[in-house]
């Protein structure tokens, strides 16, 4: 996702990984086992400071001790938000930003993988990012195109699948051919389902699914009354997959908003908003995120007795 | 002697009253400080962490959805007083139909005494002159309470002043199926309506039939007309109370961009700060929005 800027971004919780303060929140009651958690998390990100020996770097392949494996996420979201921001404040040009971006979704893609996520969807570029500057938007499909080809055997070897949501109309053909290609290279692949959402947003999403279903009902396959939820869930573009709602939802760069992302997907999702610049979110971020969702209570409505 | 009880509980009065006048006095001085700032125009609440709160307060059950009542008024107050245009609340969900029966009727019966208490002289309605609408299935409600419901809504009509929309056997994606639904129904009819005719496909014919085809579509503008929320603009924040982090499946389509925040207060425990709080971290990232807002 193309970063949002604002000139102070603040949140009710901050969740800051590595420090247990919670600014600003000294006004409200908040659940002990939140500073808990942050002093364990200082503790742990000092230890990663540490130049780590090949029996500790073999440990970490495994989950980390604070997961419960039980209680992982099957489907995580993320908006990866803040890579003009970073870049900004390193002195660099945005598209330095979104390099570091791809990086840092790298990362994520392989832990995610190792940790036994079943599917990971990533917001990479909105409807609404079409107003961005035409030299922006150039860079960022060329960084796509770049980076699908160059990770396509590690995908490959790394047993992930591809798939790309959005409006592909408006994107370049060579791209376009890239990723039919790459969805069909790694459609047989079974660890970990990646799906990347260009040119994608919540609405356009229900607007197609919307037409989708006119069109069914208007070749005589099916009657009106009998259009519902299941069936709106089966044109969502995210029929790609086997789990489409995601359990957690992580937005980076302290951003308190959905923004238009996989809307009626979320109807139940658990939100977490991460401080950090989406460059610098990483696996001690990921872990916060993971944590925090480990500890929430999923009612979807009921009553917890 | 005996004049001495009384005349201490006229004292205990007064003061109250006057704590009151002064508190009061101090809200509304902070009111006109914040109002220098843009004021959202459309608040939505979550109203989460009633039955949470009467569990720690050690109350019987049902008094944590009272106590959650006095908390709604006393919210409402500030906002109509702040100037917010439109205050939107998710009172019950569909899935909370699968909760015990005893529940269940419990708040059904709450939310009938209160339906019903709107019409009241002294009633906040009266006092603000706020229109109420009560959004959802309420095919899904029992007679007396959606009877009470469209008594209410009726009665208000005329109010122009300020808004209340009640979330009541409500869904989000209820509500966009419901929506869908309608949408294709009016297409189709008005397809039909229009006929068909048959072109040769000449050059000026195949840009027309371009045209027809796209006409023919369904298009953003037809499933939102269509939704019940229509009645208002999208909220500008959206506050869930008890900390929990998550929409369930409240106001999916119009909280797109709209800011988050999840105190961790239950919702009888809600109070002025927090609504401050919320307004003041719309006020830092309103002028960015409203930029990107006029670019798209």
């Known amino acids: ?305 | 002697m005996a004049e001495l009880p009384g005349q201490i509980q006229r004292m205990n009065g007064g003061i109250n009253q006057l704590l009151e006048q002064i508190f009061g006095f101090s809200r509304r001085c902070l009111f006109r400080v914040i109002s220098m700032g843009p004021i959202p125009n459309h608040l939505a609440f979550i109203m989460d962490g009633n039955r949470r709160y009467a569990k720690k307060c050690g109350l019987e059950e049902g008094s944590g959805h009272k106590a959650g009542f006095s908390a709604l008024m006393l919210m409402l107050q500030y906002c109509y007083e702040l100037g917010i245009q439109y205050v939107t609340i998710y009172a019950f969900s569909i899935d909370n139909f699968r909760r015990q029966p005893e529940e269940v009727q419990s708040l059904m019966d709450l939310m009938l005494e209160k339906i019903k208490s709107l019409l009241e002289k002294e009633s906040i309605v009266h006092q603000y002159g706020i229109r109420v609408y009560f959004i959802g299935n309420l095919a899904l409600l029992n007679d007396q309470v959606r009877a009470a419901a469209e008594k209410v809504m009726k009665a208000t009509a005329k109010n122009s002043r300020v808004v209340l929309l009640i979330c009541i056997a409500y869904n989000s994606t209820d509500e966009i199926l419901q929506a869908v639904k309608k949408s294709c129904i009016n297409k189709l009819d008005n397809i039909e309506a229009s006929g068909s005719c048959k072109h040769e496909d000449t050059d000026s014919d195949i840009e027309a039939k371009d045209m027809e085809n796209q006409e023919k579509k369904i298009q953003l503008v037809d499933i939102e007309e269509n939704m019940q929320m229509s009645v208002a603009p999208n909220p500008d924040i959206l506050i869930r109370s008890s900390g929990e982090t998550r929409l369930s499946n409240f106001l999916l389509w119009q909280t797109g961009n709209s800011q988050l925040c999840s105190p961790a207060a239950l919702w009888p425990e809600i109070g002025l700060r927090h609504l401050v709080w919320a307004i003041l971290n719309f006020q830092r990232s309103h002028s960015y929005l409203e930029k990107r807002k006029k670019q798209l």
Request: proline share 4%; aromatic share 10%; glycine share 6%.
């Open chain 1, 1 to 305: 996702m193309l970063s949002l800027r604002v000139p102070t971004p603040t949140s009710f919780r901050r969740l800051h990984a590595g420090r247990s303060r919670l600014s600003r929140d000294c006004l409200f009651s908040y659940s002990p086992s939140f500073v808990n958690r942050g002093v364990r998390l200082r503790v742990r990100s000092t230890k990663s400071e540490v130049a780590l020996t090949p029996a500790e770097e073999e440990e970490e392949v495994t989950l980390p001790e604070e997961l419960q494996p039980e209680l992982m996420p099957k489907h995580v979201a993320i908006i990866m938000d803040g890579n003009g921001r970073w870049a900004k404040n390193q002195g660099l040009q945005p598209w330095d930003g979104h390099r570091a971006g791809v990086e840092a979704l790298k990362e994520i893609v392989e832990l995610s993988g190792r940790w036994g996520i079943q599917v990971l969807t990533v917001f990479a570029f909105s409807t609404d990012n079409w107003i961005r500057p035409r030299i922006e938007i150039d860079f960022l499909f060329s960084l796509f195109e770049r980076s699908l080809k160059s990770e396509f055997q590690n995908l490959a070897k790394n047993d992930v699948r591809i798939s790309i949501i959005g409006d592909s109309s408006k994107l370049p053909k060579s791209l376009l051919r890239l990723i039919n290609e790459v969805e069909e290279g790694t459609k047989n692949n079974t660890r970990l389902q990646l799906i990347v959402a260009v040119g994608y947003s919540g609405k356009y999403d229900v607007l197609q699914a919307c037409r989708g279903i006119a069109q069914r009902v208007k070749d005589g396959e099916i009657d009106v009354d009998e259009i519902d939820e299941g069936l709106i869930e089966q044109e969502l573009e995210t029929n790609c997959t086997e789990f489409p709602y995601p359990d957690l939802l992580i937005r980076t760069s302290g951003e308190l908003r959905v923004s238009n992302f996989l809307l009626w997907q979320l109807a139940y999702t658990e939100l977490f908003f991460a401080q950090e610049l989406w460059p610098d979110f990483g696996r001690s971020g990921y872990v916060e995120a993971l944590m925090s969702f480990q500890q929430r209570q999923r009612r979807f409505g009921g009553r917890k007795s």
